[in-house]
């Protein structure tokens, strides 16, 4: 063993243990919505994005405002209306009368989490605004660039429910998202101890109440992100990977059932995602290695928005979730 493997074990150990902290005090604030706090962890691990789709009240923003609690780094929320400008995300140049010069001012993209609270109710030239921040961690405005702050995450909602005044995202900004998440309804069980939970946070809302008692520094992020990266996929796995996603990109080389569900597969942005994700998975749960488990338990939040079903399909109630189950049961594992 090197003294340089000696030397990143500790490190690599502190990181395990500060997200192991955080994802258990998610989960005693989040209750009932277990995947939202795992899938948010991967999405920092991953360094990506995240489209949370659901009703309201499932704890879609107290989810990224719990995180912003414990991490260290600023948090901002944007509240998407009809009437909303890009500039109004990413800020704009002013004319200081005074010196006579324009100043950049910062728009609220310039915070390391945000969250773009029902990101369809914008027109899709605001919603366009956060493609390169999401992108490229960074905001071009006339002909200057301004890198943005290090984690940056956005986390974008939207209702199911309502249609009425909302504007669909476009496909390249799906893409831009690293997972879709769908959220439902908590179980009994959970419902009681949301209850509780509430009592308990109205008894308390006029007390001072303090400071998390940790905090996930910048650098265990970066570091936690650095060791995603390097943990082992073996070459049968990366196959894997890869033939899923080619698989929904021409499905009739398994079945012609898929070939007439879909009718654009995910391009090479998901095979990275998939990727990314899969790795971020296995180190949450404490693993040095990806195994094929890894992947098919991501892959729906990976795929689901990059997936476009027929008409065809969708005539007769086909999800892009069923199209994911079926190629996971028609792509061997190598």
């Given at each position: 063993m090197s003294a340089d493997t000696i030397s990143t074990?500790?490190?690599?150990?502190?990181?395990?243990?500060?997200?192991?902290?955080?994802?258990?005090?998610?989960?005693?604030?989040?209750?009932?919505?277990?995947?939202l706090v795992d899938r948010l962890l991967i999405a920092l691990?991953?360094?990506?994005?995240?489209?949370?789709?659901?009703a309201p009240g499932l704890a879609k923003t107290t989810a990224i405002k719990e995180l912003s609690a414990v991490l260290e780094g600023d948090f901002h929320r944007l509240q998407f209306t009809p009437d909303l400008l890009p500039g109004d995300l990413t800020g704009s140049d002013v004319y200081r009368p005074e010196t006579g010069e324009f100043v950049f001012q910062k728009g609220p993209l310039f915070h390391n989490l945000i969250l773009a609270d029902e990101i369809n109710r914008a027109p899709a030239k605001v919603q366009s605004a956060l493609l390169e921040s999401m992108g490229e961690h960074q905001i071009t405005v006339g002909s200057t660039t301004y890198q943005l702050p290090r984690p940056f995450l956005v986390m974008a909602t939207q209702n199911p429910i309502e249609q009425e005044g909302t504007y669909p995202l476009p496909e390249a900004q799906l893409d831009r998202f690293l997972m879709h998440i769908c959220i439902d309804y908590p179980d009994a069980k959970a419902e009681n101890l949301i209850l509780e939970l509430a009592r308990e946070q109205a008894r308390t809302e006029y007390a001072n109440v303090s400071e998390p008692p940790f905090?996930?520094?910048?650098?265990?992020?970066?570091?936690?992100?650095?060791?995603?990266?390097?943990?082992?996929?073996?070459?049968?796995?990366?196959?894997?990977?890869?033939?899923?996603?080619?698989?929904?990109?021409?499905?009739?080389?398994?079945?012609?059932?898929?070939?007439?569900?879909i009718s654009y597969g995910g391009s090479p942005r998901a095979t990275i995602s998939l990727d990314r994700c899969a790795r971020a998975h296995a180190w949450l749960h404490e693993r040095d290695y990806v195994s094929p488990e890894?992947?098919?338990?991501?892959?729906?939040?990976?795929?689901?928005?990059r997936i476009l079903v027929s008409y065809e399909a969708e005539a007769v109630g086909i999800t892009a979730d069923n199209v994911i189950e079926e190629l996971i049961k028609q792509v061997p594992v190598s």
């Open positions: 074990e500790p490190m690599q150990a502190s990181c395990h243990a500060a997200f192991s902290k955080v994802r258990k005090h998610l989960q005693t604030k989040i209750i009932g919505q277990n995947l691990l991953a360094d990506g994005h995240l489209l949370v789709e659901g905090k996930l520094s910048k650098v265990d992020v970066d570091l936690a992100q650095q060791d995603v990266l390097s943990i082992h996929m073996a070459k049968p796995v990366q196959e894997y990977l890869v033939q899923l996603i080619l698989g929904s990109r021409k499905p009739a080389a398994y079945s012609q059932e898929l070939a007439r569900w890894d992947v098919q338990s991501v892959a729906f939040e990976v795929l689901r928005h």
